[in-house]
């Protein structure tokens, strides 16, 4: 009996385990589908959703949601910790940017160094952050911060000029707004993750102080305050301004990938201006432009200057060293020369680099603009004609010199003209070694059709013009003429004229559209063109605006046959 009780027993007590252990199962299956929801449901909150959960009074200190707040806690932090930091940094600072400010002292100065450096008490603010898109720098993090600093700085400089005086000049009342650009890079997997950190002043927004002689008036010494003024704006941007950038390891490794590297090169050709501003009273300006990438003396150009003439002609070839394609631009300034005295800025206009095509010659007219960061000027300073090219290193595009060990001295035109199969008198005989340098000489047969012209302005009494066209070239002053169509403001002549050029590359075509009468006659308009795009392009026809009219354009049709040549220097 007991053992069939035994049995039972076992039935029944088998039988509630199993039971038992497919509840805890589905139970077990619940909690881990109920889990999954959960994580789900937290993964698809937003802050708001996160703000619903949690009061703010339960917030920890650091953690906040917007950019303003954010800016507000760092800047908070840094004011906390700027007297150790102007500690820590004023002695790091002198022995860095000492050997900088010698690097670019002026020739006036015999020598020019800190005598007291301390950065006061006022800590810098930040007033915006972001974060740019990786692609800016593959296996890195780009951020970009703005800082403003009004600070009361002590900071004393000891300069001694070339005639033995010593000056202690003070810099003070400084005022800075710029943007910084940190990069960390390259991420590793190995803490702080990341192997270097590279900053650079992105954009420098304003810059302002004032020099002052301990004990003097610094304006008593003529010069000296111009020199050290230029030498600090020199300073910083040779040594900090983007594209330079300053690397520094935070693991070891090699990091002279990251230093800034030239990229391309950036051949201008500066052809005129048109209806530039009078600054004489008597006579007119006597216009030059200066060009720059880096606002850099070493690598600023400077055109001849035009005198007496508002509408100045220079064709006249510049290049340029290309870092950062996507962010650099090409500035040129004109200016109306006085002298003796300071000259006096006309206008200035900027080019952005990143909208020039490699390889493609660019035609712009740009606006002379008062002043580049205030672009809403309706003034009527001026216009400035430019041909740009642009060739990037390292593609079919930028077969042409190195610019640290220049053997011949070729543009980006002319290499492409002696690298293509024309005929060269002495091209066999250049040796890739030879010391000389070369210029091209581009001599062919320019081919002119004057085809027609529309929408010539009026001159005559009856409403109409009797027009013809007269072509010159620049250099050799070449002239020929078309016939003259009477009653006409829609003139058609399809005639061609065919010029032997000597020097293409630095050559002109002058266009004049005249109107003919019997007493006289009457300048309709001008086109003035390089014969950049002929020689590249071989044949262009194109419809040209007249310049200096109301109305009108004309259509010519350019062929070019060209044999270049090679001279040593």
């Not at 509840?23 to 589908?33: E, L, P, Y």
């Not at 005086?165 to 990341?194: H, M, N, W, Y």
């Not at 040779?238 to 594209?243: C, E, K």
Request: charged share 25%.
């Amino acid at each position: 009996m007991s053992f069939f009780s035994g049995i039972f027993l076992g039935v029944v007590v088998g039988v509630l385990l199993i039971i038992a252990l497919a509840r805890v199962g589905n139970i077990r299956a619940k909690h881990r589908s109920d889990l999954a929801k959960t994580i789900a449901a937290f993964a698809r909150m937003t802050a708001q959703d996160s703000r619903k959960i949690l009061p703010k009074e339960f917030y920890p200190s650091w953690v906040v949601f917007t950019q303003r707040q954010k800016l507000n806690w760092l800047n908070h932090q840094l004011d906390k910790i700027w007297p150790y930091v102007d500690e820590a940094a004023s002695e790091l600072i002198r022995s860095n940017v000492e050997p900088v400010l010698e690097q670019f002292r002026p020739a006036v100065l015999s020598s020019l160094k800190f005598s007291k450096l301390t950065l006061g008490t006022v800590a810098p603010h930040f007033t915006g952050i972001a974060v740019l898109e990786d692609e800016l720098e593959p296996n890195g993090i780009t951020l970009e911060l703005e800082m403003q600093w009004d600070g009361n700085p002590n900071i004393v400089l000891d300069i001694k000029t070339k005639l033995g005086v010593s000056l202690p000049v003070q810099v003070k009342d400084v005022a800075f707004t710029g943007l910084f650009r940190l990069i960390f890079k390259p991420l590793v997997d190995e803490f702080p993750c990341f192997g270097a950190l590279c900053y650079s002043l992105r954009k420098k927004k304003n810059l302002d102080f004032k020099l002052k002689i301990v004990g003097g008036d610094i304006s008593s010494i003529p010069g000296v305050s111009d020199a050290i003024e230029e030498t600090i704006r020199d300073a910083i941007e040779g040594t900090i301004t983007w594209p330079v950038r300053m690397i520094v390891p935070i693991i070891a490794g090699d990091y002279s990938d990251l230093e800034v590297k030239p990229v391309g090169t950036l051949e201008v050709k500066l052809v005129q201006a048109k209806e530039l501003t009078n600054k004489d009273i008597i006579g007119k300006s006597d216009p030059y432009a200066v060009l720059f990438v880096r606002p850099l003396k070493e690598r600023m150009k400077t055109s001849k200057t035009i005198n007496n003439q508002l509408n100045p002609i220079w064709n006249e070839h510049f290049d340029f060293i290309v870092e950062d394609a996507s962010t650099q631009h090409l500035t040129i300034r004109v200016f109306d020369d006085e002298g003796v005295q300071a000259s006096e800025l006309i206008g200035c206009a900027q080019v952005a680099l990143k909208d020039l095509e490699p390889g493609k010659v660019k035609d712009v007219w740009l606006k002379l603009l008062k002043d580049l960061d205030i672009q809403r000027d309706n003034k009527n300073r001026g216009q400035v004609h430019l041909e740009l090219l642009y060739y990037p290193f390292g593609t079919d595009q930028g077969r042409h010199k190195n610019p640290f060990n220049p053997d011949y001295a070729l543009t980006s035109v002319e290499k492409v003209l002696k690298t293509a199969p024309t005929g060269s008198e002495d091209a066999g005989s250049r040796k890739p070694s030879s010391p000389k340098k070369r210029d091209t000489i581009v001599r062919g047969v320019l081919s002119v059709t004057v085809i027609a012209a529309e929408d010539l302005p009026a001159v005559d009494y009856m409403g109409k013009a009797d027009p013809y066209v007269v072509l010159i070239m620049k250099k050799s002053e070449t002239k020929v003429k078309t016939r003259v169509v009477h009653d006409t403001l829609n003139p058609v002549w399809n005639q061609t004229f065919d010029f032997l050029v000597e020097d293409a590359l630095h050559d002109m075509l002058m266009v004049e559209v005249w109107d003919h009468d019997t007493f006289g006659k009457d300048k309709l308009g001008r086109v003035i063109m390089t014969l950049t795009r002929a020689i590249l392009e071989g044949e262009i026809q194109d419809c040209y605006p007249l310049e200096g009219a109301k109305s009108g354009r004309i259509y010519l049709n350019l062929k070019w046959a060209a044999q270049p040549l090679f001279r040593d220097n």
